[in-house]
C-alpha cells in the first residue's frame, strides 16, 4: 500500500494512496477546517473554527483507517465546509452557509454570484474532478461516504451512534443492517441523524447512483471517535461490517491490509 501523504495546506483536496487496489473509494468530504487566509477567518471566533460546525471532527481519521485497511483510494476535502462544503452542489445555499446550526458566518453573508463561482471554481470543482477520476480508475467502484455528527444538536441529544445513509439506491445500507449486530453493538440507524431530503446524499447521487455504483454514506457521532484509540477501532469495525455486507451482496472487493 503507498504511503499515505497529507496534502499541503494550499491544495484544495487531499488524494491519498491514489494507486490503492481495491473496488472501494473512500471519501470525507468535511475532513478540514482550514480556512484560507484570504477569507479572513469568515468573521468566525477560534471556538466557531474548531467545533462542529465548520469540519466532522474525527471523520478524516476514521476514513483514513478505512482506505489503510481496503488498500483503497481516499478523496477528502483540504478546506472547511463553511468555505465550500463538497457534498453540496453549487446550487444549494449551504454549500457556502451563511449560517450553520446556532452560529452566524459572516464572511459567508451575501455572497455574489461571482463570489460563489470563484469558490465553486477554487474548492468543489478540484474535488469533484479528483473523485471522478479516482472512481474512473477503479473497476466496479463502490463508494462508501465518511462523516461525523455532535452528540448534541439544537441543545437536543442524539441517541443514535451510527448512522447509515442512502438515497435512491439502498443495496449497501440494506446489506450492512441485515448484519448489523455480528458487528457492533451500538445504536445503529437508517438515514439519521440526516437523511436525503437533507440534502447529504449529493456525493452518492453524483458520483455513484447515476453511474449504478454501490455506496452508503456513513455518519458516525463524534464523541465516540474523539481519540486516536477510539478511531481506529470504529475504522476496523466498519472495515469489518462493510466486508460482511459486501460478501453477503457476492460483491469482491480487491485486496483487505
Same mark, same amino acid.
Given at each position: =500500500?503507498?504511503?499515505?501523504?497529507?496534502?499541503?495546506?494550499?491544495?484544495?483536496? =487531499?488524494?491519498?494512496?491514489?494507486?490503492?487496489? %481495491? %473496488?472501494?473509494?473512500?471519501?470525507? +468530504?468535511?475532513? %478540514?477546517?482550514?480556512?484560507?487566509?484570504?477569507?479572513?477567518?469568515?468573521?468566525? /471566533?477560534?471556538? !466557531?473554527?474548531?467545533?462542529?460546525?465548520?469540519? /466532522?471532527?474525527?471523520?478524516? @481519521?476514521?476514513?483514513?483507517?478505512? #482506505?489503510?485497511?481496503?488498500?483503497?483510494?481516499?478523496?477528502?476535502?483540504?478546506?472547511?465546509?463553511?468555505?465550500?462544503?463538497?457534498?453540496?452542489?453549487?446550487?444549494?445555499?449551504?454549500?457556502?452557509?451563511?449560517?450553520? @446550526?446556532?452560529?452566524?458566518?459572516?464572511?459567508?453573508?451575501?455572497?455574489?454570484?461571482?463570489? &460563489?463561482?470563484?469558490?465553486?471554481?477554487?474548492?468543489?470543482?478540484?474535488?469533484? #474532478?479528483?473523485?471522478?477520476?479516482?472512481?474512473?480508475?477503479?473497476?466496479?467502484?463502490? $463508494?462508501?461516504?465518511?462523516? %461525523?455528527?455532535?452528540?448534541?444538536?439544537?441543545?437536543?441529544?442524539?441517541?443514535? +451512534?451510527?448512522?447509515?445513509?442512502?438515497?435512491?439506491?439502498?443495496?449497501?445500507? /440494506?446489506?450492512?443492517?441485515?448484519?448489523?449486530?455480528?458487528?457492533?453493538?451500538?445504536?445503529? =440507524?437508517?438515514? @439519521?441523524?440526516?437523511?436525503?431530503?437533507?440534502?447529504?446524499?449529493?456525493? $452518492?447521487? +453524483?458520483?455513484?447512483?447515476?453511474?449504478?455504483?454501490?455506496?452508503?454514506?456513513? @455518519?458516525? &457521532?463524534?464523541?465516540?471517535?474523539?481519540?486516536?484509540?477510539?478511531?481506529?477501532?470504529?475504522?476496523?469495525?466498519?472495515?469489518?461490517?462493510?466486508?460482511?455486507?459486501? !460478501? #453477503?451482496?457476492?460483491?469482491?472487493?480487491?485486496?483487505?491490509?
Amino acid at each position: =500500500m503507498n504511503h499515505m501523504q497529507p496534502a499541503l495546506p494550499n491544495d484544495p483536496v =487531499m488524494v491519498l494512496n491514489p494507486e490503492g487496489r %481495491s %473496488s472501494v473509494v473512500v471519501v470525507c +468530504e468535511h475532513a %478540514s477546517r482550514f480556512i484560507p487566509p484570504a477569507f479572513g477567518e469568515l468573521g468566525l /471566533d477560534e471556538a !466557531a473554527r474548531q467545533s462542529h460546525v465548520a469540519w /466532522d471532527p474525527g471523520a478524516l @481519521e476514521v476514513a483514513r483507517g478505512l #482506505a489503510q485497511r481496503f488498500d483503497a483510494k481516499l478523496i477528502a476535502s483540504n478546506v472547511s465546509r463553511l468555505v465550500y462544503d463538497c457534498n453540496r452542489p453549487p446550487s444549494a445555499a449551504d454549500a457556502m452557509p451563511a449560517h450553520s @446550526e446556532v452560529t452566524d458566518v459572516p464572511g459567508n453573508a451575501n455572497l455574489t454570484a461571482a463570489q &460563489r463561482a470563484d469558490r465553486t471554481a477554487r474548492f468543489y470543482d478540484p474535488f469533484r #474532478a479528483s473523485l471522478a477520476a479516482a472512481i474512473a480508475a477503479t473497476p466496479d467502484p463502490i $463508494l462508501v461516504t465518511v462523516h %461525523s455528527f455532535t452528540p448534541i444538536y439544537h441543545a437536543k441529544p442524539r441517541a443514535v +451512534e451510527i448512522g447509515v445513509l442512502h438515497d435512491t439506491d439502498a443495496r449497501l445500507s /440494506d446489506a450492512m443492517m441485515q448484519i448489523v449486530q455480528a458487528y457492533t453493538g451500538m445504536n445503529v =440507524m437508517i438515514n @439519521e441523524p440526516y437523511g436525503p431530503a437533507d440534502g447529504v446524499t449529493h456525493t $452518492l447521487k +453524483e458520483h455513484a447512483i447515476k453511474a449504478g455504483h454501490l455506496n452508503v454514506m456513513l @455518519e458516525i &457521532r463524534n464523541d465516540l471517535i474523539e481519540t486516536p484509540q477510539q478511531q481506529d477501532a470504529m475504522s476496523a469495525c466498519l472495515a469489518n461490517w462493510l466486508s460482511g455486507a459486501l !460478501a #453477503a451482496l457476492k460483491v469482491p472487493v480487491g485486496v483487505q491490509c
